[in-house]
């Protein structure tokens, strides 16, 4: 494992962000601008559209963007008709053109414009196209060097994502600030007290931590006894998992990865999980969840996907409360005038 701390655990010097940058507007206003155009800018995964004439409109984006699988590749398509700004999709499906449900303008599936009813010609104004950087089937807009950026993450190969099939998109809110979400996905400290049956899956006192320069990845073991459980949601999954494997332990309990500052990849028993955190306001977040599984799991064994789908939501659920309640204490504080920051746990934060 890695001591990422460097302070005593029993020290007091602040190895945490000022409580305004979790409250402050002009701090959410900063890395709007700054923090997050500078990101690696995930848009989606080609499994998302994996047959020509598939499109998928991304819930992260403000629905102002879709990709598109056409004749020529998967593009990231711009969502808004160029004559007067109507979003063109809705959610996903299958399409030979796309046409504007306002005043039928429409386009191709590399967005160029076909024909625009009662104007004498074409007017040429096609959607715009997004150009994007690929790793493992993940799209990204931004100017990073995604290979470079992750070239020696050491388990790349638990991230392939090949003869899986997208099982579901799920969306939710949290009234807190993004960082307030992320502290706690970036620790392992709260897992035994705050995750009753995760903590009885995973197990958070047999872990590494691996760090590149924009990503971290934490590694937990299995609990040494997958037949107990720490509750009766967990127990499913975990009786789940051992139908699958036979009886025999998964090779980890759970790994949990970020791309700096807002992708993260999970990966679970046959699970690959893509979640993309998006700031909507000073204390206030979106998180958007992607999730795969080998395709003859989630064609034929819908028992596994439901008990793996309910374990995760349990969790999730403890980790808005978390979030939320972390926010709730930096808000009094910021609203007093008061600044704090305690010590940290070392090895474990």
């Given at each position: 494992m890695s001591d990422i701390a460097n302070v005593s655990a029993l020290g007091r010097t602040p190895v945490q962000l000022p409580v305004s940058w979790y409250v402050d507007p002009a701090i959410h206003e900063l890395e709007q601008r700054v923090l997050f155009?500078?990101?690696?800018?995930?848009?989606?995964?080609?499994?998302?559209?994996?047959?020509?004439?598939?499109?998928?409109?991304?819930?992260?984006?403000?629905?102002?963007?879709?990709?598109?699988?056409?004749?020529?590749?998967?593009?990231?398509?711009?969502?808004?008709?160029?004559?007067?700004?109507?979003?063109?999709l809705e959610g996903h499906g299958k399409l030979?053109?796309?046409?504007?449900?306002?005043?039928?303008?429409?386009?191709?599936?590399?967005?160029?414009?076909?024909?625009?009813p009662e104007f004498p010609g074409n007017p040429c104004l096609d959607l715009p196209i997004f150009p994007t950087r690929t790793w493992n089937g993940l799209r990204f807009t931004g100017n990073r060097d995604v290979a470079r950026d992750l070239a020696l993450l050491s388990l790349v190969d638990d991230f392939d994502f090949s003869g899986h099939v997208l099982d579901r998109v799920d969306v939710d809110s949290y009234a807190c600030n993004w960082k307030s979400f992320m502290d706690p996905y970036l620790e392992l400290y709260h897992v035994t007290p705050a995750h009753p049956g995760l903590s009885r899956f995973t197990d958070s006192g047999n872990y590494c931590w691996e760090f590149g320069p924009r990503y971290s990845l934490q590694t937990l073991g299995v609990y040494n006894n997958l037949e107990r459980a720490?509750?009766?949601?967990?127990?499913?999954?975990?009786?789940?998992?051992?139908?699958?494997?036979?009886?025999?332990?998964?090779?980890?309990?759970?790994?949990?990865?970020?791309?700096?500052?807002?992708?993260?990849?999970?990966?679970?028993?046959?699970?690959?999980?893509?979640?993309?955190?998006?700031?909507?306001?000073?204390?206030?977040?979106?998180?958007v969840m992607e999730f795969y599984y080998p395709e003859e799991i989630a064609r034929f064994e819908r028992d596994f996907v439901e008990a793996q789908k309910q374990a995760y939501a349990e969790t999730a659920v403890e980790?808005?409360?978390?979030?939320?309640?972390?926010?709730?204490?930096?808000?009094?504080?910021?609203?007093?005038?008061?600044?704090?920051?305690?010590?940290?746990?070392?090895?474990?934060?």
């Open positions: 155009p500078a990101g690696p800018g995930y848009a989606g995964h080609d499994l998302m559209v994996p047959e020509v004439g598939d499109y998928y409109v991304l819930p992260g984006q403000d629905d102002s963007r879709v990709l598109v699988h056409g004749t020529g590749g998967i593009e990231l398509v711009g969502n808004v008709c160029r004559h007067r700004q109507a979003i063109l030979g053109n796309i046409v504007c449900p306002v005043h039928r303008w429409t386009y191709d599936l590399q967005g160029k414009l076909l024909g625009a720490g509750s009766p949601v967990y127990r499913r999954w975990q009786e789940a998992v051992l139908r699958r494997t036979g009886g025999q332990p998964p090779k980890y309990g759970a790994l949990w990865f970020i791309y700096y500052p807002n992708v993260m990849l999970e990966w679970y028993p046959e699970t690959l999980v893509v979640s993309t955190l998006y700031p909507t306001g000073p204390e206030s977040c979106v998180n980790d808005k409360a978390i979030g939320e309640r972390l926010q709730r204490g930096r808000r009094a504080l910021f609203h007093r005038g008061i600044d704090q920051a305690g010590p940290c746990h070392s090895p474990l934060e």
